[in-house]
Structures are given as C-alpha cells and as structure tokens.
C-alpha cells in the first residue's frame, strides 16, 4: 500500500468535484417540471410518510463576498414581506396537492438569513407551516443565523415557535481575513448572541467555519478555533472556500493572489479537525464535527448518518419538500428545484400556486449509485454487496464502471476488498474523490464545483 504522501494529497486537492449532498447532483437538473407534474409527485406520497421541509429566505442585509448562496441585499422590509407571502402562498399549494396532512420529521430555514423576517412574520409562517403538515415536540426546527443582524424579539420569536437547533455564520475571528471578505463580526457579537438563544431554550446551537480565505493561516484558524471553543457549540460545520468568480462575481472583490493553494487548504483543514478533536469533538465525514453525545455521533457510530442539502444529518425521511427561490426538494420520483430569481419565483407562485421548474427524474443507476455515493460520504466505506442487493445489481459490475477506483488505489487513497470500498485514513479529507469514482455524469456538461479540499 502506497503512503499518502503531500505530494499525492496535492495532486488531488484542486480537482474541482460536487459535494455530494445530492445524486445526481444540481448541475444535471433540467427544465421540465411543471406545476401538474410537480402536484402528481406530491399527491403519490403515503398518508404516513414522514417528510424534511427546506424552506429558503434569500435576504441578507450584506455581501459576504466569498458566499456561494442565492440571496439578494436589501436594506428594505417590504421586499421580505412580499416574498414572505408567497412563501405561504406556496407552501398552501404543496398542502393542496398532498391532499393530507403529513407528519413533520425535520424543518430546516436557510438563505440567506432567514432571521431578517419580523419576529411576528416568523411567528404566521410557522402558523401555515403547522396548519399543513403536522409538526409536534419530535421535530427537529433549525434555522441559520447571522449574528450581526439578530435581534432578541427574534430569538425571542423563534423559541416560540419551537426551534431547536441554531446555526450561527463565524467563518473567521481574524479581523485581516474579515476585511478581506466583507464580513467584520466580533467574538463579542456571537458570545452574545449563543447566550441568548441558549437563555431562551435554543440548547443546540452550531457554529460555520470556513477555511481557505483570502490572507487565512493555520494559526489564524487556530486562533479561530480556540475562541469558538470557549463558547461550547454542539457543532462544527468546517468548510472550504469555493472560488467561482464567473459564477458568483461579486466574489472578483476578492484578491485572489491572497488565497491559499491547494496544499496549503489541506493543511488548514486539517490543524482545524485536529484542534477540535483534541478538544474531544468527533470528526463526521467530509466537514462536520459534533460532542460525542450529539445525535450526528451517535448516527455515525449507528451507521445510520445521511447526507443533504444540509450536509451531514440524521434526518432519514426519503421526501424533502423545498420552498421558496431556487429550493430543492426530492421525492421518491427524483429531485425537483424551483425557479432561481425571486421575481421569478413570485411571478410563477401568483399565477399557477408552484415555481418548480427543473427536474431530474431518476433513471438507470441513479438511486443506486447515490446509495453508493452517501456511505462513502458517510462512513468512508460501503460495503457493495449489501448496497446492490437491494436493486439486484451485480458488486462486480459496479466495480468494473468504476476505472478511476483504480488510480485511487495506486495512490493509497482507497482500499477494495472483495466487495468492500474503503477510503484510508490518511485520505479521508479526499473523500469527495473517492465518492466521484462511482459518479456516472461527472464531466458532463458545464458544471462548475468547488476544490476537492
């Protein structure tokens, strides 16, 4: 077996490579789906499916200029609370199609920042939430925060309306690095913040870093690390900057000879995992990190972790239902994303009750090599044979429309045995390239992805 040598690591780590939330990944949706098609999706699901709801609010007060998000700058309400309105609009409309009341598993509000509604708006759309789907003490309520902006009406409004779990943007403590990136936030600031959530019942609360800026350093991410550490969060999200300045141009703002190689990416990446383990926190796939009593722990160790739009969870529910601008949702039919421009999104609700237009109904492998894909994603490994089983799939053939498997393991990044994939340790931080092998539309198309680290 081949050592992981930097040189090795180096090789791999600016392949740009999806992140694997989804299979088939967002790139190869297309046009297609329409409102009719959408309800006869919806109106198919089990009177007792569990079902995920995303619900997406694409404001924010400023540019954060590395953000790969959708969202727009306002500094107005009236633009909120009319997208607000057809958020409601449309969730009515799913509730229509469904035809029934269906139970709840886990809600999750992403933007964007979703905390910039009105205490009282949040408060009537978790009314219309509850009015169509049934949503009780076991569902898990978590929302996305910018400290700069969060007020405690808000917080206030929020444990109301049973959110349970908090996930508050850091990126970097480092003042030099918060220029650089158009986001000046003080320790001081989030300090504050996670006492009052916790002080309203908001036990949970997360905390997003990002590795890879402009000016970052190992010991600037250190020193990150170790002041986000005293604030005890549940969770670490840790992710790498993506550069895709033709594609989001405000990031151009950033100077892009200030921003760190692929080598020295790793090495940020990985002085982070081993600052938070050593701080007893355990390390969960690609770029999460939770307490060892976290449920997220507890399902690695189970083998019962999952991956989505949210990136690593414990949410199991086959149907996620998204709502608002450029959401996705996936039904056991494939994958379904709503217009991306909110205007559009408006426009489309007003007038036919949906915005869904893009589709990727699954054919062929698809489910199959997602399944494939998630537990690479998840555990390291997969264990073919049990995988194919369930779609009457051969192991070998899997194998054999897997040619770049072999690359990998020249290089000591994975390991087969019999019908078992594993990605070694010392290529865990690779996994995306591991998981790409089995990856039947990589290359195809215009698709642009963010550095393997």
């Excluded at 009457?392 to 019908?419: C, I, M, Q």
Aim: hydrophobic fraction near 40%; charge should be negative; proline fraction near 5%.
């Amino acid at each position: 077996m081949q050592i992981v040598t930097p040189d090795i690591v180096a090789r791999y780590a600016d392949r740009p490579l999806p992140r694997y939330t989804s299979y088939p990944t967002a790139p190869h949706f297309a046009p297609g789906m329409t409102p009719e098609r959408y309800s006869e999706w919806l109106g198919a699901l089990s009177a007792d499916e569990s079902v995920s709801l995303y619900l997406h609010v694409p404001f924010c007060r400023s540019m954060c200029w590395y953000c790969g998000c959708h969202t727009t700058i306002t500094d107005r309400e009236e633009p909120i609370t009319r997208y607000l309105r057809a958020l409601q609009s449309e969730i009515a409309w799913a509730h229509g199609a469904v035809g029934r009341v269906l139970e709840a598993r886990h809600v999750h509000f992403g933007g964007g920042t979703p905390s910039l509604m009105q205490p009282d708006e949040f408060r009537e759309l978790m009314s219309k939430l509850g009015a169509a789907f049934r949503i009780g003490a076991q569902t898990e309520i978590a929302i996305e925060l910018d400290p700069r902006t969060l007020e405690q009406p808000m917080i206030d409004a929020l444990a109301e309306g049973g959110v349970t779990r908090a996930s508050l943007g850091v990126q970097s403590f480092d003042p030099v690095v918060q220029r650089a990136i158009n986001r000046i936030q003080s320790f001081e600031q989030t300090a504050a913040v996670t006492d009052q959530l916790r002080a309203a019942g908001i036990g949970k609360v997360n905390f997003d870093l990002i590795y890879g800026l402009p000016h970052q350093t190992i010991q600037s991410c250190l020193d990150t690390v170790g002041q986000a550490l005293t604030l005890l969060p549940e969770r670490f999200a840790v992710f790498g900057y993506a550069h895709v300045p033709s594609f989001k141009q405000h990031q151009r703002k950033i100077e892009e000879t200030a921003l760190p190689d692929g080598k020295e990416r790793h090495l940020q990446a990985e002085a982070i995992a081993g600052m938070l383990q050593d701080a007893g926190y355990v390390r969960i796939g690609l770029d999460h990190y939770a307490r060892p009593d976290d449920e997220l722990a507890r399902a690695l160790i189970d083998g019962t972790l999952h991956r989505n739009f949210q990136g690593y969870t414990t949410d199991a529910c086959e149907t996620l239902i998204g709502f608002g601008a450029s959401s996705i949702g996936r039904l056991p039919q494939g994958y379904v994303q709503n217009a991306v421009l909110i205007g559009d999104y408006e426009k489309r609700v007003a007038e036919r009750g949906a915005a869904a237009t893009k589709v990727c109904a699954y054919k062929g492998e698809d489910r199959l090599r997602g399944a494939v894909i998630e537990r690479i994603m998840c555990d390291y490994r997969v264990n073919l044979a049990q995988v194919c089983r369930d779609f009457g799939v051969r192991p070998s053939k899997l194998l054999a429309d897997a040619p770049a498997l072999r690359e990998l393991v020249r290089d000591g990044l994975a390991r087969v045995e019999g019908d078992t994939v594993e990605v070694e340790v010392a290529a865990r931080p690779l996994v995306r390239v591991v998981a790409a092998a089995f990856d039947e539309y990589l290359g195809q198309g215009p698709a642009r992805h963010s550095r393997a680290i």
